[in-house]
């Protein structure tokens, strides 16, 4: 069964630097499109970053400049580079997996930025 794991996230205060992870496994992953989003409390789910299977990306305008998303198809891993912090990057950090037969998220790990 597809399984997607994050690890990564924590305290940091504003300015600072976090770097998120996703091992998938049960995927052909180099055939899937991944993505990181976000859920603050009160808030909906949002975008934050995607990458296709041939790595083209895109961004929220919100962190545009600050995060960088990665995939390594070797190691079935997408990462998340995230600079320049702020608090309203607050949030529950989920990643996902797309490909032809499914459609899964992570459980989700949890990035608090302080001011």
């Known amino acids: 069964q597809v399984q997607l794991v994050e690890s990564g996230g924590g305290l940091v205060q504003a300015g600072g630097s976090l770097t998120l992870s996703c091992a998938a496994s049960?995927?052909?992953?180099?055939?899937?499109?991944m993505g990181w989003y976000r859920q603050a409390p009160g808030k909906q789910r949002e975008l934050v970053a995607a990458?296709?299977?041939?790595?083209?990306?895109n961004y929220a305008d919100s962190v545009k400049g600050r995060f960088t998303i990665s995939r390594d198809n070797a190691k079935k891993m997408v990462y998340l580079q995230m600079n320049s912090l702020k608090p309203e990057d607050t949030a529950v950090y989920y990643c996902k997996a797309r490909g032809p037969l499914y459609n899964d998220w992570g459980q989700g790990t949890q990035v608090t930025v302080s001011s």
């Open positions: 049960g995927i052909i992953f180099s055939f899937s499109a």
């Open positions: 990458i296709s299977s041939g790595s083209t990306t």
